[in-house]
């Protein structure tokens, strides 16, 4: 800063985070301190609550570099949209652009029941596709939980300058966690109506091999059928 005060440069240190950094707790950091205890104040939820009890385990596993590097809007916006979805059950996703473009952040959450290493690389496929991705990373965390937490980290360029539509990318992770059988039933449904359609599925739909599932799409079982 020169003698007006005007800013002249910038120091920056770059580095990497310390194991210490991932394993003390929260409350003996700081800014991460800080962030937190803003979003209790913020969502008044009485701590030994149901939604208080959630809120204090979605705040110990939600992953340290995100907590870290995220602004406190977007941590508010994600922490609190995680804590409507636990309640409702669903797939929701969550975006963060790195704020020097170098990649985007994604975490979803899935139906534990739905997860496999199938949707994984179908949901990395829908993300690299969507923003012109040249690499991903991911990471899962299972819980005794409902939901499975799946953080990808898309490399691409210019990650803070894409345009994205967070309800379509739902929509695309939502159709490709629907099982084989999701989709038969929803054919037979359309076809012959949900009476007829229920009782086919349920007399055949779970005595179908595995290799007429991989060879047959749903819509041309209904015909079988």
């Known amino acids: ?8 440069g910038e120091w920056r240190f770059f580095g990497l985070y310390s194991s210490n950094a991932y394993s003390t707790p929260i409350d003996q950091v700081p800014l991460l ?23 204090r385990h979605l705040l110990q596993h939600y992953p340290r570099d995100e907590m870290l590097q995220a602004s406190y809007e977007q941590f508010e916006e994600t922490i609190l949209g995680m804590l409507e979805s636990q309640e409702r059950r669903q797939l929701r996703l969550f975006i963060r652009p790195d704020t020097y473009g170098r990649f985007i952040s ?43 937490q799946v953080q990808f980290t898309i490399h691409c360029h210019d990650a803070h300058e894409r345009d994205y539509n967070i309800d379509k990318l739902e929509a695309l992770m ?3 966690m629907a099982s084989w059988k999701d989709r038969l039933q929803l054919a037979l449904n359309e076809k012959l ?10 007399r055949f739909a779970d005595n179908l091999p595995a290799a007429y599932r ?12």
Do not use: W
């Open 193 to 202: 109506g949900e009476a007829a359609g229920n009782r086919l599925l349920q």
């Open 214 to 225: 991989d060879d047959v799409t749903p819509n041309r079982a209904v015909s079988d059928l």
């Open 1 to 8: 800063i020169d003698k007006k005060g005007n800013v002249l």
């Open 33 to 55: 301190r800080q962030k937190t205890a803003r979003l209790k104040e913020r969502a008044q939820l009485p701590a030994a609550s149901h939604s208080g009890k959630a809120l």
């Open 174 to 176: 939502t159709e490709a």
């Open 106 to 148: 994604v975490l979803i959450l899935v139906p534990r029941d739905h997860y496999d290493t199938a949707l994984r690389l179908r949901m990395q496929g829908i993300l690299l596709d969507a923003f012109e991705g040249h690499s991903a990373e991911f990471n899962v965390r299972l819980s005794e939980h409902n939901l499975a």
